[in-house]
Structures are given as C-alpha cells and as structure tokens.
T-cell receptor, first 115, second 115 residues
Framework: DQQVKQNSPSLSVQEGRISILNCDYTNSMFDYFLWYKKYPAEGPTFLISISSIKDKNEDGRFTVFLNKSAKHLSLHIVPSQPGDSAVYFCAASANSGAGSYQLTFGKGTKLSVIP | EAEVAQSPRYKITEKSQAVAFWCDPISGHATLYWYRQILGQGPELLVQFQDESVVDDSQLPKDRFSAERLKGVDSTLKIQPAELGDSAMYLC?????????????FGPGTRLTVL
C-alpha cells in the first residue's frame, strides 16, 4: 500500500516555463511534507517543505502548495531552468509510533527542462 | 558545508558473500537513518538510530541485515549473505533531532550490485 504517490514518472518542460510536480497521499497522520531533488549518482538533497497547518510555502523559484482536503500537494518551479533537470521525490513525515518521525517517499518524478 | 559521508560508493559482490557499508553523519546529528532505494522507487527506511540506540528496525530483514552505531557517531550496515535482490542504492541520512520537521541530509549512497 503506497501512502505517498507520484503518478507521473516523468515530465518535460521548456526552459522558462512553469514546472508542476504532483503528489498525493493517503495517510491523514502525515504532518509535514518535503520535496527532495536527486541528481544521478548523488543522494537526495532537501528542496522545500511545508507543515500540514499551512497551504503554501515559497522559496525563491520554488513553491509548494498543500490541499489537505484533497490529500494533495504540488511543487511549482518558476521559471524552470536546465539545471532543475533531476528526479524529484515527494516525502511525508509521521510519528512512527516508536517516538520518532519517519519519512515515507514517493517513487519520484523525473523532470527534464529543455533549453 | 558539512556532508554525510558514505563508503564505498560502489560495491560489486557475488551472492552469498558478506558486504558492509559505512556512514559518517554530519557532526552533531543525533539521528541516523539507513535507506534502501531500488531502481525506479523512492528510498525506503531500513533502520533508524537515535544516538547509539535503534529506534526502529521493523523494516530491516534481520535474518541477513545488521546495523550498528556503537559510539553514537558513525554507523555500519552489513549484509550477510548477500542475495541478488539486494542490488540497490543504500543511502545514509542524518538529522539534528528526531522531530517531524527536521530535515534529513543524505549522503551520496553506496550502489550495490550482487551477481
């Protein structure tokens, strides 16, 4: 049972346009959501996050939107740049029940920004 | 900038052999995680440490996998014996605290190929 779903394995966008990456989740206990970016042969790097009590968080070209009623979040990149080409993972945090918080990751969306 | 170190970066082994991976978290980070990432999937948590104690190892295949963090700093993940299905990227991550909104920092990973 996949609790965090990224239904688009890949996305291609022209340089300068907006990239929108989507993520759906099923667990209502998730209280924090994060986006990670991963280049080939590197580990994931943190990009942006949002608390479940907010509906928007913005950091430069990156904005994350959270719709709790729909259990949906999205990452907007404006404008998209070729260096943004990477795999983007959506992750959600919840109390594991053992007194700790753990991340559950989606399968990732590979973004290609075309010059 | 502080980074999570992992070694080796690549490991090729034959099935039934033993392998070990090493991780050195960011200095001062109390929480350490080992993840396994199969190609085309998101990272999946294997084990989580708080200092030298295991917080959660419910997803660790304990018949063949073991992990330790003896002094609460660096950590070793071992597989014995390795099986073909263990081929994956093994990622180590660390965070300052165990709380939900604490960003996890990932190392570059160890790519394991079992022949």
């Amino acid at each position: 049972d996949q609790q965090v779903k990224q239904n688009s394995p890949s996305l291609s966008v022209q340089e300068g346009r907006i990239s929108i990456l989507n993520c759906d989740y099923t667990n209502s206990m998730f209280d924090y959501f994060l986006w990670y970016k991963k280049y080939p042969a590197e580990g994931p790097t943190f990009l942006i996050s949002i608390s479940s009590i907010k509906d928007k968080n913005e950091d430069g070209r990156f904005t994350v939107f959270l719709n709790k009623s729909a259990k949906h979040l999205s990452l907007h990149i404006v404008p998209s740049q070729p260096g943004d080409s990477a795999v983007y993972f959506c992750a959600a945090s919840a109390n594991s029940g053992a007194g700790s918080y753990q991340l559950t990751f989606g399968k990732g969306t590979k973004l290609s920004v075309i010059p | 900038e502080a980074e999570v170190a992992q070694s080796p970066r690549y490991k090729i082994t034959e099935k039934s052999q033993a392998v070990a991976f090493w991780c050195d978290p960011i200095s001062g980070h109390a929480t350490l995680y080992w993840y396994r990432q199969i190609l085309g999937q998101g990272p999946e948590l294997l084990v989580q440490f708080q200092d030298e104690s295991v917080v959660d190892d419910s997803q660790l295949p304990k018949d063949r996998f073991s992990a330790e963090r003896l002094k609460g700093v660096d950590s070793t993940l071992k597989i014995q014996p390795a099986e073909l299905g263990d081929s994956a990227m093994y990622l180590c991550a660390s965070s300052l605290h165990i709380i939900s909104y604490n960003e996890q920092f990932f190392g570059p990973g160890t790519r394991l190929t079992v022949l």
